[in-house]
């Protein structure tokens, strides 16, 4: 890293929140003071409409996993992760610029054994960005989980750190510049999950799913461009609350369900980005036959959990059975979320069941 750019990220983590977006030469884009303007132009005159979509999806495919670790010894990987502002829909009709790493939601899912380095390349390309970021590693000991190290601003050259990651379990990470909650709500987080040395036990699927607020200045369901809303993010109440950045996205009315087949076994990894809100993580029509506490993978699971809570900053894991047909349902049994705002998602089972547990008409 030059002189230049450790000068900057100092004065950057110095000034606070709107002097580092200044420095990153956004202010006029999306600074607070900027965002209060535009927030009372759409009170005054609706939204404005729709943008042109840089992506078709902003959901990142829950199947996207590394394969689990298969080997014995400590080894060495090279992560980059490139960060990208994308404008996509949260849902039909309904456009929200979000920051990304790796131009979806949740960021790539890092998979490694514990006693590996993990050698990162992080860049904020000056085209695809137009604040700074960082990555702080809930996974890593060091300065801000290496966010320090990492800030830097769109153009500057990409930062590098090294680690081992030298405890098991599945842990978060986020962009943690001052203005982190609108970061981590706009899209900026992901999980880095860390095997135990004799790795987890084998499963026929595995999902990743990442929960996070969306603050606008629209109300759910309204067409056009929504904006994101500072005064709603500091009272805490959301537009929408969604999966992988997408309302509804895992349904037959967005991208399509998760699907399995009866007697399989499935992990959920799932990620709570927040920034604010609890989630309370529950299969509907079948439980957490194993659950994995706070992403705890070291202690034995806890078994047949109904319902979870996971803090905001958590990566979690949970088991599920299948044996018999139909939707699961993975909501967030704060249930207006899930019935109004977004957190919903299903595993479609298809099959015949494998035990007779089960009549719908006797």
Request: charged share 20%.
């Amino acid at each position: 890293m030059t002189q230049t750019q450790i000068s900057r990220r100092r004065a950057m983590q110095a000034i606070g929140a709107t002097g580092a977006l200044a420095v990153a030469g956004c202010l006029g884009e999306s600074g607070a003071e900027n965002d209060a303007e535009t927030n009372q132009s759409a009170a005054t005159d609706g939204l404005p409409a729709a943008k042109a979509v840089d992506v078709d999806r902003i959901a990142r495919d829950p199947t996207d996993i590394p394969p689990p670790v298969d080997w014995n010894e400590p080894r060495e990987h090279d992560v980059t992760v490139e960060t990208v502002r994308r404008t996509a829909e949260i849902e039909p009709g309904v456009t929200f610029e979000y920051m990304t790493f790796g131009g979806q939601v949740p960021g790539p899912m890092i998979r490694v054994r514990r006693g590996d380095r993990v050698n990162l390349t992080f860049d904020v390309p000056e085209d695809l960005n137009m604040a700074a970021h960082n990555m702080d590693f809930h996974a890593v000991y060091g300065p801000g989980g290496g966010a320090e190290a990492t800030t830097i601003a769109p153009g500057d050259d990409p930062a590098r750190i090294s680690f081992t990651a030298d405890y098991a379990g599945v842990f978060i990470y986020h962009c943690a510049i001052p203005n982190m909650d609108q970061h981590i709500s706009s899209g900026m987080f992901g999980s880095i999950l860390v095997e135990p040395e004799d790795g987890l036990p084998e499963v026929d699927h595995e999902y990743y799913l990442g929960q996070h607020e969306i603050y606008t200045d629209g109300d759910v369901g309204e067409a056009g461009h929504h904006s994101f809303d500072f005064d709603a993010m500091l009272e805490e109440s959301p537009t929408y609350v969604v999966f992988n950045g997408q309302a509804y996205g895992f349904t037959e009315n967005g991208v399509g369900p998760m699907t399995a087949e009866t007697g399989d076994t499935a992990r959920v990894y799932f990620a709570n980005g927040g920034p604010n809100l609890l989630s309370s993580l529950h299969p509907i029509g079948n439980v957490w036959s194993r659950y994995y506490r706070d992403g705890d993978l070291l202690s034995e699971p806890d078994l047949n959990i109904e319902t979870a809570p996971v803090a905001p900053g958590t990566t979690t894991a949970g088991e599920l059975e299948f044996p018999v047909p139909g939707p699961v349902k993975i909501v967030d049994h704060a249930l207006t979320r899930a019935t109004r705002r977004g957190a919903l998602a299903v595993i479609d089972v298809d099959g015949e069941p494998t035990r007779d547990i089960y009549d719908e008409d006797p």
